[in-house]
């Protein structure tokens, strides 16, 4: 595959293809730029797509910049959204922050790695500065976004600062002089006003290389965390494989192609063998990637003994008495909810009344069901993933 090809693998759309020929024709090492907002503490798979285009740049020799937009989080990327983002302090986002460039390098190669952060030239920046910026756009150009004319149109607020985001992303590209910029498909305007800024500034405009949105787990929306259909790189092992298990298998094959780089070729025989044998090796796979080999056999392991031989996992967790109950006797809806292992008491009222939870193997549906501190150990299963012993 020629460096052309391969850094076209999988994209949506490139932008500025004849310059960045120029540029790969004259052996220029190129700047790739990347910026991603800390606005929760964990990267999803999501991100994996455009990470694993920029370790493909840094194969090939390139230089991957990595920006850490911790400014632009004050303002929050609108991309997308149908409201403005919540805000969140500086406290919240440095913390976010720290854990970002950690998470990346399960992707990237941390010594072919340049970490920006974009505070280091927007703090410095007076409020003339910003008129200045500010005077690069229109409010016309700003209400060609999709999202923009949207919320326009049906009269749903679109604050000012809101306006300067795109602005503020492609100002990044000036200060870096970046040569080609990776985003999702949602970017698109974004990275593209960094064309402007650049030309406008007199230097060479960068390419913009965009992405699919990896479709979340629910196989519909793309990956969210407000979606609740994420995979995040923080998850633990166990969860994470069966986040992967729990896809559809038409979902299975965005996988194969957006996070593991398959070929169609090799897609399409992976198509002739058995799904689930496919579907474990991609969890396997995936989970290795991000938390080391041999943890994803591992899972694998785990997960046949509960759902090929319905025995119990062998690293589940293990609960005292007394962390789940303060008397010597407590009801399962506590003992579950108290577990912090489902996402709350209502969703543990919600498993017990469909009958997805057992006790000691035994089928519960009555949430007030109460158990004595002297009948321990119990084994409680909730759903087809969540396991753990009260001793």
Known sequence: MNPIDFIKQNAEGLYGEEQLLEKLRAGQRLKVKLGVDPTRPDLTFGHMVVFN???????????????????????????????????????????????????????LDPDKTTVRFNSEWFNGMSFKDCLALARKMTVARMLERDDFSKRHASNTPISIIEFLYPLVQGYDSVM????????????????????????????????????????????????????????AFNDSPKDMFGKIMSISDEVMWDYYRLLLLKTDAEIEALKREHPMEVKKRLAVALTSKIQGSGSGEHEREQFEKVFSQNQRPDDMPVFSWSDLASEDSQSLLNLLGNSKLVQSKKE?????????????????????TSYDKSATPLVIQAGKRIFFEVR
């Open 53 to 107: 285009k920029l370790r493909q740049f840094q194969d090939l020799g390139h230089e991957a910049i990595l920006i850490i937009g911790d400014f632009t989080t004050l303002i929050g990327d609108p991309s997308g959204r149908s409201s403005t983002r919540p805000v969140l302090t500086e406290d919240e986002i440095k913390a976010n922050a720290e854990t970002y460039v950690q998470q990346a390098y399960h992707v």
């Open 176 to 231: 870096i002089e970046a040569d080609v910029e990776l985003g999702g498909t949602d970017q698109t305007f974004n990275c593209l006003v960094g064309r402007q800024l650049q030309k406008e500034a007199g230097q060479s405009e960068q390419a913009v290389l965009t992405l699919p949105l990896l479709v979340g787990t629910d196989g519909v929306k793309k990956m969210s965390k407000s979606q609740d259909n994420y995979i």
């Open 348 to 368: 543990g009222r919600r498993l017990i009344e469909q009958g997805s939870v057992k006790v000691n193997d035994q089928r519960q549906d009555d949430p007030f």
